[in-house]
């Protein structure tokens, strides 16, 4: 009887490389799955009004009540939106979200106070915390870029405005010139509408109807300011 010879060899087993460490695996698509988020609520909040904010829950869990009323730009007294680049980003209408300039001049002075643009405070505003941080500024910054390519300067503008802390509790243009003035936003005067944007950088500190005497001298610059920079502000100008 004739014997079939067996080959020595074994067949090879076929094996998967695994994967050392899947959890990077996990927190990659966790990553990119936060940052498609952001993107398209972003492209969203282009033409739908955001309904919340992250410092507005931070508000919340600390027990506040949080007044707020979405105004549309054109029903702010233009003061304000003026008063508001001469105090805090004196080239809104020309840069794309982050003034180097201003960045270079404040870590001159050792930091990074006075750099934060408006697409920068509103990105904070939006997604992002209270106080002051280099992490925050690092996240500030690529926000900021997204929302000014993607977003009109009017509509920066007219969502800063509306969700900008101006107290505890105190969110919005309307919510502000109601507490504090006890009318609209459309019946500022340019006065009124100053001391609001002053009150911004410490909203928790500064009380525009009750000014400290630091407020009133900040006020005075950024009056002595406002007929130069209405030359150069007109992105937020109602459009013929």
Same mark, same amino acid.
């Given at each position: 009887m004739a014997i079939q010879a067996v080959s020595g060899e074994?067949? +090879? %087993?076929?094996?998967?490389?695994?994967? %050392? @460490?899947?959890? !990077? +695996? @996990? &927190? &990659? !698509?966790?990553?990119?799955?936060?940052?498609? #988020? $952001?993107?398209?609520?972003i492209v969203a909040f282009r033409f739908i009004n955001p309904p919340f904010t992250t410092v507005m829950i931070a508000e919340k869990l600390k027990g506040y009540t949080f007044r707020r009323h979405w105004v549309p730009l054109d029903d702010i007294s233009p003061s304000l939106p003026l008063a508001a680049i001469a105090s805090e *980003?004196?080239?809104?209408?020309? @840069?794309?979200?982050v003034d180097w300039g201003a960045? =270079?001049?404040? !870590? *001159? *002075? /050792? /930091?990074?106070?006075?750099?934060?643009?408006i697409p920068m405070q509103t990105a904070k505003n939006l997604y992002l915390w209270n106080g002051r941080s280099y992490t925050r500024k690092a996240l500030e910054m690529p926000l900021a870029y997204v929302m000014s390519f993607i977003?009109? %300067?009017? =509509?920066?503008?007219e969502v800063y405005l509306n969700v900008a802390q101006w107290g505890p509790g105190i969110f919005g243009a309307e919510a502000a010139s109601r507490y504090y003035f006890h009318k609209s936003a459309a019946e500022l005067t340019r006065r009124e509408a100053i001391m $609001?944007?002053?009150? !911004?950088?410490?909203?928790?500190? +500064?009380?525009?109807? %009750?000014?400290?005497?630091?407020? $009133?001298?900040?006020?005075? #610059?950024?009056?002595? +300011?406002?007929?130069? $920079? #209405?030359?150069?502000s007109n992105c937020v100008l109602p459009q013929p």
């Open positions: 074994r067949p +090879r %087993k076929r094996t998967r490389r695994r994967v %050392k @460490h899947p959890w !990077l +695996r @996990h &927190a &990659a !698509l966790i990553a990119l799955g936060v940052l498609a #988020a $952001l993107f398209l609520s *980003d004196g080239r809104f209408c020309v @840069h794309w979200g960045v =270079r001049e404040a !870590l *001159d *002075d /050792g /930091g990074f106070r006075g750099a934060s643009t977003w009109p %300067k009017r =509509r920066m503008m $609001l944007a002053v009150a !911004l950088p410490s909203p928790r500190l +500064r009380n525009p109807a %009750k000014p400290s005497a630091r407020m $009133l001298r900040i006020a005075g #610059a950024v009056e002595r +300011r406002l007929p130069i $920079l #209405a030359q150069r």
